[in-house]
C-alpha cells in the first residue's frame, strides 16, 4: 500500500521506490503481484509517467486513509512517539533563519523521524513530487491545499552602501526617479514583480529600470551586495547585512506589505502524525519568530 501511494503520487516507479529505498525492479513486481491479487489493473504506464486508472484511484485513496488510521494506531503503542520520513520544502533563507536553529530540540522530542528537506524559490507541485507539505511566503491560492498561516513576515528595501553613495539615498518615492532595481521573476507568472511602498493606508506599486532579471533569492541578494540597485525582501533575510553594513534599508517609513507565511499540505491527504507534530511545532516556535 505504502508503494502504491507514492507511485501515484510520484508519477513514477523509480522515484517511488527511491523514497522507500527500494531497487526499482522490487518495486515493479511488488505492484505487480498487487494487481494480480486484486484482480484489477491499479496503473496505467507509460514512457513518461505513471497514472491510476480508476479503480486504481479508489484504491489509492482508501489506502490513504488506512496508512494514516495505521500511523495512528502505531504511535499510540508507542507511547505517542511518531517514526517515520518527513519531506518538506522551504525557501532557504527561511529555513537557516527559523528552522535550523530549534531543529535539533525537535528531532531530540521526536527520535524516530528523519527529515528530508527541498530549498528553492520554485513552485513545488506537493504530491507529485512526494513532499508532505511545505513552507511558503505570499498569498496562497491553491483550491487543492490547506493552508495554515503562521504568522506575517515584515518586509523592507534594500540597497548597498555604494550603490547608495552612487546614486543616493532617496528619502521620499519622488527621489526613486533616476534609480534602479534588481528585478526578481516570480515563479508562478514568469513576470518581474514590482517594488511595493506603503504611503499611509495605501499601497503603492513602481516598476524601476533594472538591467538584470533573477529567479534566485540567493542571486537577488547577491547582486544587492555588489551595488546592483534596489531590493525588496523580508527584514528577517537581510537582517546581519543590515548589522555589518553591507545593505541598508532604504525608506523604512514606507515599507512593502507584509509578506503571509504559511505551511500548505493537500486536502486530499490524511494528516499523518509525522506531519501533525511538524506543523504544531511550526507554530509553537517559529510563528512568534516572524
Known amino acids: 500500500m505504502r508503494l502504491l501511494?507514492?507511485?501515484?503520487?510520484?508519477?513514477?516507479?523509480?522515484?517511488?521506490?527511491?523514497d522507500l529505498g527500494l531497487p526499482r525492479s522490487s518495486a515493479t513486481t511488488a505492484i505487480k503481484r498487487l494487481e494480480e491479487r486484486l484482480g484489477v489493473r491499479l496503473l496505467q504506464r507509460t514512457t513518461r509517467?505513471?497514472?491510476?486508472?480508476?479503480?486504481?484511484?479508489?484504491y489509492y485513496r482508501r489506502c490513504k486513509a488506512i496508512l494514516?488510521?495505521?500511523?495512528?494506531?502505531?504511535?499510540?503503542?508507542?507511547?505517542?512517539?511518531?517514526?517515520?520520513?518527513?519531506?518538506?520544502d522551504v525557501h532557504g533563507p527561511m529555513a537557516r533563519t527559523f528552522l535550523l536553529p530549534g531543529l535539533?530540540?525537535?528531532?531530540?522530542?521526536?527520535?524516530?523521524?528523519?527529515?528530508?528537506?527541498?530549498?528553492?524559490?520554485?513552485?513545488?507541485d506537493i504530491v507529485r513530487e512526494g513532499y508532505d507539505c511545505v513552507i511558503r511566503a505570499g498569498e496562497t491560492a491553491d483550491s487543492d491545499m490547506i493552508v495554515r498561516r503562521l504568522g506575517?513576515?515584515?518586509?523592507?528595501?534594500?540597497?548597498?552602501?555604494?550603490?547608495?553613495?552612487?546614486?543616493?539615498?532617496?528619502?521620499?518615492l519622488d527621489d526613486l526617479?533616476?534609480?534602479?532595481?534588481?528585478?526578481?521573476?516570480?515563479?508562478?507568472?514568469?513576470?518581474?514583480?514590482?517594488?511595493?511602498?506603503?504611503?499611509?493606508?495605501e499601497l503603492r506599486t513602481l516598476t524601476l529600470p533594472a538591467r538584470i532579471t533573477v529567479t534566485s533569492s540567493d542571486t537577488y541578494a547577491a547582486l544587492a551586495r555588489l551595488g546592483f540597485?534596489?531590493?525588496?525582501?523580508?527584514?528577517?533575510?537581510?537582517?546581519?547585512?543590515?548589522?555589518?553594513?553591507?545593505?541598508?534599508?532604504v525608506l523604512p517609513?514606507?515599507?512593502?506589505?507584509?509578506?503571509?507565511?504559511?505551511?500548505?499540505?493537500?486536502?486530499s491527504r490524511q494528516l499523518s502524525p509525522r506531519v501533525r507534530v511538524f506543523i504544531d511545532w511550526l507554530v509553537e516556535t517559529v510563528a512568534p519568530r516572524l
Open 104 to 124: 535539533p530540540a525537535f528531532l531530540e522530542r521526536h527520535p524516530g523521524l528523519t527529515l528530508h528537506i527541498g530549498e528553492g524559490d520554485r513552485f513545488v
Open 229 to 249: 540597485g534596489l531590493i525588496q525582501a523580508p527584514r528577517y533575510h537581510y537582517a546581519r547585512d543590515v548589522a555589518a553594513g553591507t545593505l541598508a534599508e
Open 68 to 88: 494514516a488510521e495505521i500511523e495512528d494506531a502505531e504511535a499510540a503503542l508507542a507511547g505517542g512517539e511518531v517514526r517515520g520520513l518527513l519531506r518538506i
Open 177 to 201: 526617479q533616476g534609480h534602479e532595481m534588481i528585478g526578481f521573476a516570480s515563479s508562478r507568472t514568469g513576470q518581474v514583480l514590482p517594488l511595493e511602498f506603503t504611503v499611509g493606508a
Open 152 to 172: 506575517l513576515a515584515h518586509e523592507g528595501t534594500f540597497a548597498s552602501p555604494a550603490y547608495l553613495a552612487r546614486r543616493g539615498a532617496p528619502r521620499t
Open 5 to 18: 501511494v507514492r507511485v501515484v503520487e510520484r508519477q513514477s516507479f523509480s522515484a517511488a521506490a527511491s
Open 253 to 267: 517609513d514606507h515599507p512593502p506589505s507584509p509578506t503571509p507565511i504559511s505551511v500548505l499540505y493537500p486536502k
Open 49 to 58: 509517467q505513471v497514472t491510476p486508472t480508476l479503480e486504481g484511484e479508489v
